[in-house]
């Protein structure tokens, strides 16, 4: 079946560092790739989705680009920020996000000022 | 953005007792919603799909009859968890689609604690 697997955290950084967190898959077909992120206290937030090959989406900073010669869809930014902190999931499913998702584990990342 | 509200956001009950969840889309109409669990420290594991005037159609592993959903109009599906046990203790997701998005929105969840 269908699964995600994606790095462990927790991640500590301070402000201005940059980020990446990976994200590999595995599926059947073509899936789209999403990333969303938890923000203490509250729902999942859709942060940005990808849903052909080599698509990058993007969003408040964060790039991520989908490989599927590498099955992945690493999360990145250049330079973050305190409110950044949150928990941040990738996720895939089999068309535009109308289907069940799979989640990964989830990657908790905390920002120093 | 659509909004998808969860109620309560928090439960404790003795077990052996039922717990009703609600899950509303507050400015849209969905008949597609989505039940998940999350345990700490772990990923949101699907349940179920609620499908408005139909059945819910179920993950393997998950017990229909202890987990009771219902998709009474499209903004609203409520999951019930019968008969509730220390291990149904968890946070408990539900998400909604939303056609103009074509994008599926979050509630806040519901903890759940039995006793």
């Known amino acids: 079946g269908d699964s995600v697997t994606q790095m462990e955290g927790p991640v500590t950084l301070s402000e201005e560092a940059f980020l990446t967190i990976n994200c590999t898959y595995t599926?059947?077909?073509?899936?789209?790739l999403f990333w969303y992120v938890q923000y203490p206290g509250e729902g999942l937030q859709l942060l940005l989705k990808?849903?052909?090959?080599?698509d990058k989406g993007s969003n408040k900073g964060f790039e991520a680009t989908y490989r599927k010669e590498t099955t992945s869809f690493h999360l990145e930014k250049g330079s973050v920020q305190v409110s950044d902190s949150a928990v941040y999931f990738c996720?895939?499913?089999?068309?535009?996000?109308?289907?069940?998702?799979?989640f990964g584990t989830g990657t908790r990342l905390t920002i120093i000022p | 953005g659509a909004v998808v509200s969860q109620h309560p956001s928090w439960v404790i009950c003795k077990s052996g007792t039922s717990v009703k969840i609600e899950c509303r889309s507050l400015d849209f109409q969905a008949t597609t919603m989505f039940w998940y669990r999350q345990f700490p420290k772990q990923s949101l594991m699907l349940m179920a799909t609620s499908n408005e005037g139909s059945k819910a159609t179920y993950e393997q592993g998950v017990e229909k009859d202890k987990f009771l959903i219902n998709h009474a109009s499209l903004t609203l599906s409520t999951l019930t968890v019968t008969s509730a046990h220390p291990e149904d203790s968890s946070f408990y997701i539900c998400?909604?689609?939303?056609?103009?998005?074509?994008?599926?929105?979050f509630g806040p969840g519901t903890r759940l604690t039995v006793l």
């Open positions: 599926a059947t077909g073509y899936p789209s």
């Open positions: 990808a849903t052909k090959a080599d």
């Open positions: 998400s909604a689609i939303q056609g103009t998005y074509n994008e599926q929105f």
């Open positions: 996720a895939l499913s089999a068309s535009f996000g109308n289907e069940k998702l799979t």
